[in-house]
């Protein structure tokens, strides 16, 4: 596996257990499964947000569409597979994020996302921009809506996809 630990130039902020366990609750008890703890203000360059996350979330593949959107991804709990995709849907390459402190970058314009593989996971991730809903990501029309019928076979062949 290729070096993913790139140079993070920045301090994580310290979460207690308590708040870990607060959020990793919230994110059993939603509707999606995750949920996330922003750290920045509105407004910001630099977004910085913990996601919570329970293995049967499904984030549907999306991508960062400015040169400047470089997604940075550092393991607090848990484990994770990210994967990268092409244009076609076809998955590129996966990596297993599973060890404390482990850092992964996601690269702007990159059709990506991850699964859990753990029962939660809290992930601490930053990106430089101000936050736009309407120029944040770009959704994958080739993969199913996160409230589609299909969200969860998709999850699935994901969770089951194997390195041939």
Known sequence: MEN???NFDYQIPELSEEKILEY???AKS???KRIPLVMHKPGDDFNQVFNFVCKDSYMRPHLHPKKEMIEKMHLIKGSFRLFFFNDDSSILKFYDISSKGQKVQVPSNTWHTYIITSDISVIFETMVGKYDPLTWKKMADWAPDEN???SNFYLKQLKDFKNN
């Open 24 to 26: 990793c609750n919230k």
């Open 148 to 150: 589609h019928q299909d």
């Open 30 to 32: 939603s509707v999606r």
């Open 4 to 6: 993913l630990n790139f």
